[in-house]
Each structure stands twice: as C-alpha cells, then as structure tokens.
C-alpha cells in the first residue's frame, strides 16, 4: 500500500527518537514490518482511501460530541475476508473468556498482535492503528496537549494488539436466558487516578476505536439499514447488541442515569466507532434473540501502552500545563 510505504519511509527519523521495539507513536505505526505484511500490504492495498481516514468534520464531531461513527470503514471484500478468519479462529478455540466476571461482562476474547497470522484482520488492525497519525488534533481532549513543537506530532500511543470479541447470541449460551453483554463502564480512567499507577496500560486509555466485523450485516442493521441513532434523554433505546453511549453523563455517574442523551449503535460490519475512552460511559446491550453474532476489533490508543517509555507513561499521567517538562 502506498500510505504503508511512505509512512514508513518517512518515519525512519521519527523512528529514532523513540525507544526500539516501541510503537508508542502513531505516526510510526507501520515501521514493524514495512516488507514483511504479505498478504496484509495486499489487503490494506485492497481497504484503503485516501488518507486522512477521518475528514475534518469527524474528527471535529469527535472533538465536540466525545465520538462518531463511521460508516464503511473497510471495504467488502476486506469484511469477507476478515470475518472469514474469525470464523476459523472461532473453531479452533481462539477465544476465551473476557477478564472481568459474568457480572460485569460475558463476551470472550482473543487478543490480536500485528504478527498474527490472520492476513485480513492484521489488515483491519494496521488501519486501525493508522488513525492517529492522521488525528492531529483531538480537540476537546486533545488540543490542550498539542501546543507550540507538540503540534507536530500525535501524542496518543499505538499498541501492538488489539482486542478481538465475540458476544454470543442469546441461542448459543446454554442455561443463560440472555446474550452476551457489557455493562456500562468506562476504558480509562482520567489523569492521576491512582489505579494508574498500577495498570498504566489500561487506565491511560484515551481513544477507544471499534471496528465491528459481524457476520449477517442485514440482520444486525434491521429495517432502519442499521447506523447510529441518538435519543435525548437518559434512557437507551435498547435494541439487543447496541453498543450505547451515555453522552454527558456525570464523572461519577456509573449507570448512565445523568446522561443528557444517548446514542445508539447497531454492530453493523465495517461500521467504526471513536470515543473517548476516558469520559464516555457505554455498554453493549444483551444480545438478545439475533442468531448472528456480534464481533468487534478493539484498539485502545492513549498514553502509556504496554512498551511505552516511562516519558510516554508520566506525559499521560501529567496535567497539560506540567508537559513542558518532559
Ligand atoms: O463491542 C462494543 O461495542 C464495545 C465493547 C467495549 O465496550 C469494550 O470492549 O470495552
Ligand atoms: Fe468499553
């Protein structure tokens, strides 16, 4: 792909500057294996628009609203492909369990690094993982940080997974009368939180990016033809497997009950959501009656990921004002 090589062409310098092995700059995302992606080169080839991914407008809906939902964001052939593998790692017994209890969520998981030998969906992760770089400015979340010489380069880490989930339908979880779930939680946690400390990598979390790779697209769109609706007022609108965004709830609201509207997505395939993971408080709805199931490529970008330098691990936890420092 074009923007593969020349992103890694030009990151050579940037590369230098940052640790070895370290992929905590979007702008050098690609720079693992610039020959080596194989068949993944041959499917972002296949994927990819003209950069940047997100126009203006998203990334100033992104900025304004704390997310946006973009529609399409891999091609077909690319979807067919990567759901494919899916399918066969769901076979083999690739997914276990999520980490976090039946109470809190029932969804299992398998983590994706950018060596896996799933070609499409290394694909899907490296376009994924490209969307900081063509990020400059996160606005309300960001603009604060990307000041004077920061301006120049995108200050959100990139890791080297991403979190594959299946949620099942309620039809395939025997003895349980509802699909898989996750209640409403955040991914992050804000500067300073204490727990931070001792998961840096999970609670320096700033932009959450969901790309769903679901199978049986018209069941999961519906009539409607699927995509993003926002209701005013607290309460989600509730179809089985959205994902919801409480938009404007309270910090220490955990629940959604001060949320001034909600939005909701449908898990269509090659639909992308953005968030801030810090502040949205969100949920994915019981599955429900569905007989397809509910698959998501997660990517958490932020601050301090597994292999980020310590600079990178304090400039996250730091108040904008103290960044000069560093
Ligand atoms: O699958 C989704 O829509 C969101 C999943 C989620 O919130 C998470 O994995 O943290
Ligand atoms: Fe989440």
New binding site residues.
């Given amino acids: 792909m074009l923007r593969v090589a020349g992103r890694t062409a030009s990151a050579g310098a940037a590369l230098a500057t940052t640790l070895a092995g370290v992929n905590a700059i979007g702008e050098v995302s690609y720079r693992e294996d610039p020959q080596g992606l194989g068949e993944a080169a041959r499917l972002l080839r296949l994927s990819s628009t003209a950069p940047p991914r997100l126009s203006a407008s998203q990334q100033a809906d992104l900025a304004a609203n704390g997310y946006v939902v973009v529609a399409r964001f891999l091609t077909a052939a690319h979807l067919r492909a990567a759901r494919a593998e899916v399918a066969a790692m769901r076979k083999a017994g690739a997914f276990a369990p999520?980490v976090g209890g039946e109470v809190v969520?029932t969804?299992s998981v398998h983590w994706l690094g950018i060596r896996a030998a799933q070609p499409a969906l290394v694909a899907a992760l490296a376009e994924l993982r490209a969307l900081p770089a063509t990020m400059r400015s996160f606005g309300g979340f960001e603009a604060a940080r990307v000041e004077g010489a920061e301006a120049a380069r995108p200050l959100l880490g990139v890791p080297r997974e991403g979190?594959l989930?299946c949620?099942e339908p309620a039809a395939s979880r025997e003895g349980q009368c509802s699909g898989a779930r996750?209640r409403p939680?955040r991914?992050g946690f804000a500067s300073l939180h204490p727990r931070a400390l001792l998961l840096p990598g999970i609670y320096m979390r700033e932009v959450?990016a969901?790309l769903?790779l679901s199978p049986n697209e018209d069941e999961w769109a519906g009539a409607s033809g699927g995509g993003e609706v926002v209701a005013t007022g607290g309460a989600a609108a509730g179809r089985p497997g959205s994902?919801v965004l409480y938009l404007d709830a309270a910090a220490e609201d955990e629940r959604g009950a001060t949320a001034s509207r909600v939005a909701e997505?449908r898990?269509v395939a090659g639909t992308l959501?953005l968030f801030d993971s810090r502040r949205m408080l969100?949920?994915?709805l019981p599955h429900g009656e569905c007989s397809a199931e509910?698959v998501?490529l997660?990517v958490w970008f932020g601050g301090a990921h597994r292999g980020a330098s310590l600079r990178d691990v304090l400039r996250a936890m730091l108040p904008a004002r103290c960044l000069g420092v560093l």
């Fill in positions: 999520a969520r969804d979190q989930a949620y996750y939680h991914d959450t969901v769903y994902l997505v898990p959501v969100h949920e994915v509910r998501a997660t």
